[in-house]
């Protein structure tokens, strides 16, 4: 069916670094640009990164700019987030978020559940 | 950077109707679209394009946009609906695209 699987959370020190995954399924995932969005304990939606459908465009929070990279495999369906020098204020649950259609600044039509991302010593 | 407000909080009672405004610099402008989230799920799609209900979507549920206010409007709420609820536009007023979430709203049904 169609669904995201996000995966390869976990918890990691200050100044570590950790790779999100997100497996697409039931849809065709080369044709449609791509979002993570995280989620702090208890606080609202925070959008993190957007990569379009072919990998040639990329934005990035200031939160996050020049710390973490979207890419995609569009052969292995594959989303994914390299995050670097992690800070305790980026653990978060972490979504990946489909978008609707061919429009890049559409809505988001479909959500992984999230994994958790943990950032302690 | 662009700023869109919600109240942190709404109650309403079984049956009435709660409205969810977010509040942004001329956001008739933009397209708004509204996200429930409950406890321990992901966010789901209600509203998109200001007025648009995916399908699944109640018709209780409906949205407007005019001026600095976008509001969600739940009509007849019942029990089920109480969640977070979050509404989301693009904004290309600096360098570069970027999403943008209010902050999101409880609705709490007394």
């Not at chain 1, 640009?33 to 995280?38: S, Y």
């Not at chain 2, 966010?43 to 005019?66: A, H, T």
Request: with cysteine; hydrophobic share 30%.
């Amino acid at each position: 069916q169609v669904q995201l699987v996000e995966s390869g959370g976990g918890v990691v020190q200050p100044g570590g670094s950790l790779r999100l995954s997100c497996a697409a399924s039931g849809f065709t995932f080369s044709s449609y640009g791509m979002h993570w969005v995280r989620q702090a304990p208890g606080k609202g939606l925070e959008w993190v990164a957007f990569i379009r459908y072919d990998g040639s465009n990329k934005y990035y929070a200031d939160s996050v700019k020049g710390r973490f990279t979207i890419s995609r495999d569009n052969s292995k369906n594959t989303l994914y987030l390299q995050m670097n020098s992690l800070r305790a204020e980026d653990t978060a649950v972490y979504y990946c978020a489909k978008v609707f259609g061919l429009d890049d600044y559409a809505y988001f039509d479909l959500w992984g559940r999230g994994t958790l991302v943990t950032v302690s010593s | 950077s662009y700023v869109l407000t919600q109240p942190p909080s709404v109650s309403v009672a079984p049956g009435k109707t709660a409205r969810i405004t977010c509040g942004g610099n001329n956001i008739g402008s933009k397209s708004v679209h509204w996200y429930q989230q409950k406890p321990g799920q992901a966010p789901v799609l209600v509203i998109y394009y200001d007025s648009d209900r995916p399908s699944g979507i109640p018709e209780r549920f409906s949205g407007s946009n005019s001026g600095n206010t976008a509001t969600l409007t739940i009509s007849r709420v019942e029990a089920g609906d109480e969640a977070d609820y979050y509404c989301q536009v693009w904004d290309s007023s600096s360098d570069h695209p970027y999403v943008v979430f209010g902050g999101g709203t409880k609705l709490t049904v007394l």
